[in-house]
């Protein structure tokens, strides 16, 4: 018998099961446990450390090691994902409308603000998709050989249906009040600052107030094709290039439905109360209603309305917060200090805008913000 004892061999592959074996357990298919091990922050140094050569093919074997697979979860059936999105989209458009429209028909006044205020703040929550159910237990296949050992024991009631998979929103929680709260002032302070014409400022408010719907579609839209893009890719860096140009459509998507909201309001505005002195027809009537500024505020106002949208149902509520509240603070602090104009609201405005847009071009491309 030799006298030198035997060490054990270390395994990194199965000491990083045994960190992550709930996300394991539970992933459809490799590219979700890639995914969570990348937003866990883990990188191509732990893969090198495990002698792969990424963190997918990691990944692979995690997916072939780890005992209690679910199934592959099956596609939604029929237009539901599209219904409910559609659902929420009116609910939004809803919630706000009604609020800013009673603050234009009944002036700026504090009791008037503050109810108004009440439903936009609540908007986010009220919207919010609820958990997702992953469907019904899967059943337990044999342990392999390099098993972690028997599953912890879960009540009867776990048994009959497994724990909810958290969806991206938060009902009810600080952050998600934080991002009502910035979307009540992006809203409401346009009408509430005194000075200049009025009737193009509320129609301008009544067309963002109405697309807060849009805004919901496209952010939900968004997650529904990441979702399609984390089953389809085969890699991350394949989602990440199927992501690349999705982002920029949804966007665009909801500042051209926005546009046409804008000329309507504008339109509706000529039409119930036209300028004295000549003029063409209703389109350019409407058109020349709001100067290209006010055109050019619009537009970042949709922005600061749609990336938080995005950011929260990509389960980043924090910074669609901190984003809608910057952005509502950029937005009003140069009329609250004496500088009306849409100059300096897009000077702030528009650089909050493109720090969030960045943001959420580097964070909701990876493939953690879709699970």
Same mark, same amino acid.
């Given at each position: ?38 937003? /866990? ?13 990424? +963190? ?38 809803? +919630?706000?409308? $009604? ?16 109810? /108004? ?22 059943? /337990? %296949? ?7 050992? $028997?599953?912890? /024991? ?5 048994? +009959?249906? $497994? ?14 009040? *934080? ?14 600052? %005194?000075? *200049? ?52 459509? #949804?966007?665009?998507?909801? +500042? ?39 055109? #050019?505020?619009? *537009? ?26 910057? *952005?509502?603070?950029?937005? #009003? ?28 071009? #580097? ?9």
């Amino acid at each position: 018998m030799s006298g030198t004892a035997a060490r054990p061999s270390v395994d990194p592959v199965r000491e990083l099961m045994a960190d992550h074996r709930e996300l394991c357990e539970r992933a459809v298919d490799p590219l979700e446990i890639a995914a969570g091990l990348e937003e /866990a922050g883990l990188g191509p140094d732990t893969a090198a450390r495990c002698r792969h050569a990424d +963190l997918f093919s990691l990944a692979e074997e995690l997916y072939a090691r780890v005992p209690r697979r679910p199934p592959a979860a099956a596609e939604p059936a029929g237009p539901r994902p599209c219904r409910a999105a559609t659902k929420a989209a009116l609910a939004a458009a809803a +919630l706000a409308t $009604p609020p800013c429209a009673a603050v234009a028909a009944l002036g700026p006044h504090w009791p008037v603000l503050l109810s /108004a205020a009440v439903p936009l703040v609540l908007l986010p929550a009220l919207t919010a998709p609820a958990p997702e159910d992953p469907g019904p237990p899967p059943t /337990a %296949p044999a342990a392999p050989a390099d098993a972690l050992g $028997p599953a912890p /024991a879960r009540p009867p009631h776990a048994r +009959l249906r $497994p724990d909810l998979r958290p969806g991206p929103a938060f009902r009810f929680r600080p952050a998600v009040l *934080g991002h009502g709260l910035g979307l009540a002032a992006l809203l409401l302070l346009p009408v509430a600052v %005194p000075g *200049g014409d009025r009737a193009p400022a509320a129609a301008l408010v009544l067309a963002a107030a109405v697309s807060t719907g849009s805004a919901e579609r496209a952010a939900r839209w968004y997650r529904q094709v990441g979702r399609g893009h984390l089953g389809a890719a085969r890699t991350l860096a394949e989602f990440r290039a199927r992501m690349r140009p999705v982002l920029p459509v #949804a966007v665009a998507l909801h +500042l051209a439905v926005l546009a046409v909201l804008t000329y309507a309001a504008l339109a509706v505005l000529a039409a119930v109360a036209p300028r004295p002195g000549p003029g063409g027809g209703l389109l350019h009537q409407a058109v020349e209603r709001a100067g290209a500024g006010q055109w #050019a505020a619009q *537009g970042v106002l949709g922005l600061l309305l749609v990336l938080p949208a995005l950011l929260a149902r990509c389960g980043r509520a924090r910074a669609a917060a901190l984003g809608a509240l910057a *952005g509502a603070a950029a937005s #009003a602090v140069p009329p609250a200090l004496g500088r009306p104009g849409t100059s300096a609201v897009l000077l702030g405005g528009g650089a909050v805008a493109v720090v969030l847009l960045g943001y959420a071009w #580097a964070r909701l491309g990876r493939a953690g913000a879709h699970r």
